[in-house]
């Protein structure tokens, strides 16, 4: 389910937290041109090679994590249990 770079992603996240969420997207596979940090480009202007931006990456993986957690305490919003 999902892209299989984000889900990686999610994983690594999830396994240290410690890592940033720039650091958790390239070990799921995002490719970005490490140019674009140099210049002190926003997170809205940096494009991966898929010319999504590095702010809706990091938006979806926050929202995946969240989503992980809620799932794994139980507490999945929205859903009825089954």
Same mark, same amino acid.
């Given at each position: 389910?999902? !892209?299989? %770079?984000?889900?990686?992603?999610?994983?690594?996240? &999830?396994?240290?937290?410690?890592? #940033? $969420?720039? @650091?958790?997207?390239?070990?799921?596979?995002?490719?970005?041109?490490?140019? !674009?940090? %140099?210049?002190?480009?926003?997170?809205?202007?940096? &494009?991966?090679?898929?010319?999504? #931006? $590095?702010? @809706?990456?990091?938006?979806?993986?926050?929202?995946?994590?969240?989503?992980?957690?809620?799932?794994?305490?139980?507490?999945?919003?929205?859903?009825?249990?089954?």
């Amino acid at each position: 389910q999902g !892209d299989p %770079r984000m889900n990686r992603a999610v994983a690594a996240r &999830l396994t240290n937290p410690q890592l #940033s $969420l720039l @650091q958790a997207l390239r070990i799921g596979g995002f490719l970005y041109n490490s140019s !674009d940090f %140099r210049q002190g480009m926003k997170d809205k202007d940096i &494009l991966d090679i898929e010319g999504v #931006s $590095l702010r @809706q990456r990091k938006n979806q993986l926050c929202r995946r994590i969240r989503n992980e957690k809620e799932h794994a305490s139980g507490k999945k919003k929205g859903k009825s249990e089954e």
